[in-house]
Nanobody, 115 residues
């Protein structure tokens, strides 16, 4: 069983920064891919960034150059550094770990960017 716990959300002005963290329980953390997803009110959940077990990263076009995903295998954590935030980045951010038949999800953390 895997548990994912997000932290670091909050309210920030446009142009500001936030750092989200995801603490993962369970064994074999270093072998897994992890991702950050977000869901804005009235919209579908979308991929923000992913990082594989060999540290390969992928980003949504809307966040490229502003967000950075990283992982610390010694601490079982995945981090999303968000800079130059925009009001359209507002939403609930979820940590995710895909499995062969689905995915584990965290409970989410709210990010609100004011204009």
């Amino acid at each position: 069983q895997v548990q994912l716990v997000e932290s670091g959300g909050g309210l920030v002005q446009a142009g500001g920064s936030l750092r989200l963290s995801c603490a993962a329980s369970g064994r074999l953390f270093s072998r897994n891919t992890y991702g950050w997803y977000r869901q804005a009110p009235g919209k579908q959940r979308e991929m923000v960034a992913t990082i594989t077990n060999n540290f390969s990263t992928n980003y949504a076009d809307s966040v490229k150059g502003r967000f950075t995903i990283s992982r610390d295998n010694a601490k079982n954590t995945v981090t999303l550094q968000m800079n130059s935030l925009k009001p359209e980045d507002t939403g609930v951010y979820y940590c995710q770990m895909p499995t062969w038949n689905g995915a584990y999800w965290g409970q989410g953390t709210q990010v609100t960017v004011s204009s």
